[in-house]
């Protein structure tokens, strides 16, 4: 069965902390996605990456930076966590490039609280 | 900014209706795909539609793609309280990022 795991439910973090939220998918996918979504917004595309140490930004990559050093293993790092950084945090995966036409696959969602 | 925009927003009908919800989008696209999201969970894909298809279905799950028109529609016949959540299409751009943009999405009520 595939999956994708983000390695927390919630999380807490104090403003000007740096955070990490991390995302691991068992399926061999070459893209991932991480999304924040709130309420009457949707989701919206922080930042892609299409390849290992590939990336590209989204729509609102402000504020926010990635790492894929592995394949399988794509992380969203908060640099210095402000209140309107409070969100869901939604990572996916889909196959590459020559694969166009194939779904993306979720985890289960971060929601992460600046306080 | 975002590339889909669902209408409505909020769509509640009795249990055994059928439900449409639709899709505008603004660039031209590779496909077109709908998920849903229970409330506080990850989302799940239902169905893809390609550029050069017209009409797909899947069980009770009907999708139209009018590429002229920019826009696509999600029909579920004979709904049920368990197909309660919230609907999103999503856009793969006809260019070379192969990004996939969601739009604000549609939370169907469906009373028992």
């Known amino acids: 069965d595939v999956k994708v795991t983000q390695s927390s439910r919630y999380l807490v973090k104090r403003t000007g902390e740096k955070v990490f939220l991390e995302c691991v998918q068992d399926?061999?996918?070459?893209?991932m996605f991480w999304y924040r979504q709130d309420p009457g917004l949707g989701l919206r595309l922080i930042y892609f990456s299409y390849d290992v140490k590939m990336k590209e930004k989204g729509d609102i990559p402000e504020g926010y930076s990635v790492s894929r050093e592995k394949k399988e293993r794509f992380s969203l790092i908060l640099e210095s966590a402000s209140t309107n950084q409070t969100s869901m945090y939604l990572c996916?995966?889909?196959?590459?490039?020559?694969?166009?036409?194939?779904?993306?696959?979720f985890g289960q969602g971060t929601r992460l609280t600046v306080v | 900014s975002q590339q889909g925009e669902e209408d409505p927003q909020a769509l509640s009908i009795q249990e055994g209706e059928n439900a449409t919800m639709n899709c505008s989008y603004k660039?031209?696209?590779?496909?077109l795909q709908w998920y849903r999201q229970n409330s506080g969970r990850g989302l799940v894909h239902l169905i893809l539609i390609r550029s050069n298809e017209r009409e797909k279905h899947s069980g009770r799950l009907r999708v139209t793609l009018d590429t002229s028109k920019k826009s696509s529609s999600l029909l579920i016949t004979a709904s049920r309280a368990a197909d309660t959540a919230s609907y999103f299409c999503a856009t793969v751009r006809m260019d070379s990022s192969y990004k996939l943009i969601f739009g604000s999405g549609t939370r169907l009520l469906v009373r028992p």
């Open positions: 660039t031209s696209i590779n496909n």
């Open positions: 996916a995966s889909s196959l590459g490039t020559g694969a166009m036409n194939t779904e993306a696959f």
């Open positions: 399926m061999d996918h070459e893209n």
